[in-house]
Nanobody
Framework: QVQLVESGGGLVQVGGSLRLSCAAS????????MGWYRQAPGKERELVAT???????RYAHPVEERFTISRDSTKKTVYLEINSLKPEDTAVYYC??????????????????WGQGTQVTVSS
């Protein structure tokens, strides 16, 4: 069983910074792409940023310049640093990872996993 656990959310003032973390655990053969998504009240979940196993990053416009995604593969952890926070950044932030596990019969199974979400609230 694979689990993703996010941390680092909270209440911050406009202009502040946060660093979100998401750690994967379980019987994992490999972790491919990892990413962060967010869902604001009354809106659909949207992509924030992704990072490949090789470290290539992709950001959803227009948050690219304030958001930095990184990962530590040895710790099976992905990070999202958010600077110059704005009220519109208020949302639940979800971690996503495409994980390959080993099946009971020795095969490989790749699927997406999601964390439970961490709330980020930006106050003005």
């Amino acid at each position: 069983q694979v689990q993703l656990v996010e941390s680092g959310g909270g209440l911050v003032q406009v202009g502040g910074s946060l660093r979100l973390s998401c750690a994967a655990s379980g019987i994992i053969f490999s972790i491919n792409d990892m990413g962060w998504y967010r869902q604001a009240p009354g809106k659909e979940r949207e992509l924030v940023a992704t990072i490949t196993s090789g470290g290539s990053t992709r950001y959803a416009h227009p948050v690219e310049e304030r958001f930095t995604i990184s990962r530590d593969s040895t710790k099976k952890t992905v990070y999202l640093e958010i600077n110059s926070l704005k009220p519109e950044d208020t949302a639940v932030y979800y971690c996503n990872a495409r994980v390959t596990t080993t099946t009971y019969f020795g095969g490989r199974l790749e699927r997406d996993y999601w964390g439970q979400g961490t709330q980020v609230t930006v106050s003005s």
